[in-house]
């Protein structure tokens, strides 16, 4: 069966997704959606640097809807617009469309989303006999599924870290970097990310789909954070991060249960590898990282690559194929809020 499939943006997810979209032998592509009115009646394989499709973009959510396509890739931004992409999200599931995303991150694990933040999806499956699943790399499959597929050959798990220990240096989205997470600010400066609350909410959700996996209940959430300088001036290309202003951030996310930490999520970024050469240093590159304590005790060292030899583009990649590559099982399962506890095991075909 060939699912037919809308993409929604071509920023640095959605121009992966396209081509994934485009070269997936059970999808066709049928209609593109854009923000800048001037990629709006351009080819998509244009937009994105690969042959034409025969496919123009727009930016008319009217004629995105009357394609009636059986699913939309949405990845869009949206950490800065969560109720606006949650709306957008909301719109097509009424009107009969699936939806996979990586946008609203905490929709990894719907039950950790405030349930009046989460019902105008939920009424939009309802009414729409629809599903929608967010996932991507981080979070997303990195640190739910790899550490469930470990977890599954315990004999016992006392507890689970998963990590993400990555230079950014290359991942070129200037708005999350020095907006969101605050690169290239003072370092008593409160970005976003940093606003309490903030973290618990974007990554909290990983650390209750571990839990849920391994069926136990988490009791609290507790963030922490620490920032390193730039010792002297760094300069991206694509913005520059001043000497003595953030330039790696360490952050945690812990589930607790009974006052003890059974779940964590760990995060080391840097933007230039001699940073903080004390905290958590990747094997050999870039990557992620699972601890498992239990028996066996095991610890996963996830290295990844782009095919342009950017570890950046590998996650960019990933997090396109993780949810391009389920569309076939989302448009097969039950109406709902998906996570990665409703789907089978999805392969590359």
């Known amino acids: 069966m060939t699912y037919r499939v809308v993409q929604w943006s071509t920023g640095n997810v959605g121009l992966h997704a396209v081509r994934l979209i485009a070269r997936h032998p059970h999808l066709e592509l049928v209609g593109l959606w854009v923000h800048s009115p001037d990629k709006v009646g351009r080819d998509a394989g244009e937009l994105v640097g690969i042959e034409p499709l025969g496919v123009a973009a727009t930016n008319d959510v009217e004629e995105i809807l009357a394609l009636r396509p059986d699913c939309v890739c949405y990845t869009a931004t949206a950490d800065l617009r969560p109720g606006e992409a949650i709306a957008d999200m909301a719109q097509l599931l009424a009107a009969g469309i699936n939806v996979v995303s990586s946008s609203v991150v905490p929709l990894i694990y719907p039950p950790h989303v405030d349930p009046e933040m989460r019902r105008p999806l939920e009424e939009a499956c309802a ?5 929608c699943f967010t996932s991507g790399i981080d979070p997303g499959f990195a640190n739910d599924l790899l550490p469930l597929v ?8 006392d507890s689970l870290r998963v990590m993400e220990i990555v230079n950014y240096n290359t991942y070129a989205q200037p708005q999350v970097l020095f907006e969101t997470m605050g690169f290239g600010q003072p370092l008593d400066a409160t970005p976003l990310l940093l606003i309490p609350g903030v973290l618990s909410f974007a990554w909290g959700g990983v650390v209750r789909t571990i839990a849920a ?27 520059v991060v001043e000497a003595g202003t953030t330039a790696a951030l360490r952050f945690e996310v812990e589930g607790l249960v009974g006052g003890e930490a059974v779940v964590v999520l760990e995060h080391v970024t840097r933007l230039d590898d001699s940073l903080a050469p004390d905290w958590p240093q990747p094997v050999g590159h870039s990557g992620y990282r699972i601890i498992v304590s239990g028996n066996p005790n095991y610890t996963l060292d996830l290295q990844m690559m782009g095919d342009d030899g950017d570890h950046n583009t590998a996650g960019l990649v990933g997090t396109a194929g993780r949810i391009v590559n389920a569309i076939p099982a989302v448009c097969e399962a039950a109406p709902g809020l998906l996570s990665v506890h409703d789907l089978p095991l999805v392969t590359l075909r």
Request: with cysteine; net charge negative; glycine share 18%.
């Open 213 to 239: 996996g391994l069926g136990v209940e988490i009791d609290e959430l507790r963030e922490s954070h620490e920032r390193r300088p730039a010792p002297e001036t760094i300069d991206l290309g694509f913005g």
């Open 150 to 157: 470990l977890a599954g050959t315990c004999e016992y798990v």
């Open 127 to 131: 009414g729409g006999a629809t599903s």
